[in-house]
């Protein structure tokens, strides 16, 4: 009788691999949105474009890593194996992006969070809403848009977002491994 180790991927080191470039990737295109100003000349249509522009780059990541995964796994890829991976993968891609964030919001342009407010402020203040209203509304405002709370909400959104895709991707590119293999 022969010993036979069965060996499995590491999802932990491929979901590393590719949450770290896709980390990467959607906080560069961040600071592209940013610095050619297409965040500040924000329209319904240029934010369905840039929606798209993310979830092709999410759905191709997350693609790749999924194949890479089923490719070293023997050509296997059971459905709740490919949500584990997403799921892996969109947390190391949530915490990737949010410490980019965190750090380019601290230390590289501080300057950011007061604009945001500034132009919450009057855009509230174009609503005829009253002082005390503004008053209240941007100390939730600056509670909510902290570093801290930001780098927060990026991980579980990731997480959950990645996860709703690996719904759709994993029932694509799963193989089961046939049963008396």
């Given amino acids: 009788m022969e010993n036979q180790i069965d060996s499995t991927p590491s999802s932990s080191l491929i979901a590393l691999k590719w949450g770290l470039i896709g980390g990467t ?5 961040t600071l592209l949105t940013k610095y050619t100003g297409l965040e500040d000349q924000f329209s319904e ?5 840039t929606f798209l522009a993310t979830l092709l780059i999410d759905t191709s990541i997350l693609f790749l890593t999924l194949k890479e995964f089923r490719e070293q796994n023997g050509g296997y ?7 584990g991976v997403s ?3 969109g947390a190391i891609w949530g915490l990737a992006a949010g410490a980019y964030n965190y750090i ?15 132009i919450a ?16 509304a941007m100390k939730v405002s600056s509670m909510m848009m902290g570093p801290g709370v930001q780098f927060v909400l990026i991980v579980l959104m990731s997480t959950l977002f990645l996860f709703l895709l690996g719904l759709i991707v994993s029932a694509i590119l799963k193989k089961e491994k046939p049963f008396f293999e």
Avoid at 45 to 49: E, K, T, V
Avoid at 77 to 83: D, E, F, T, V
């Fill in 25 to 29: 990737l959607s906080f560069l295109f």
């Fill in 87 to 89: 799921s892996l993968l």
């Fill in 77 to 83: 890829l059971g459905y709740s194996q490919g949500l």
């Fill in 45 to 49: 249509s240029l934010g369905w474009i």
């Fill in 104 to 118: 380019y919001l601290n230390f590289i342009d501080p300057t950011v969070l007061q604009k945001q407010l500034d």
């Fill in 121 to 136: 402020r009057e855009k509230m203040e174009e609503q005829g809403l009253t002082e005390s209203q503004i008053s209240e």
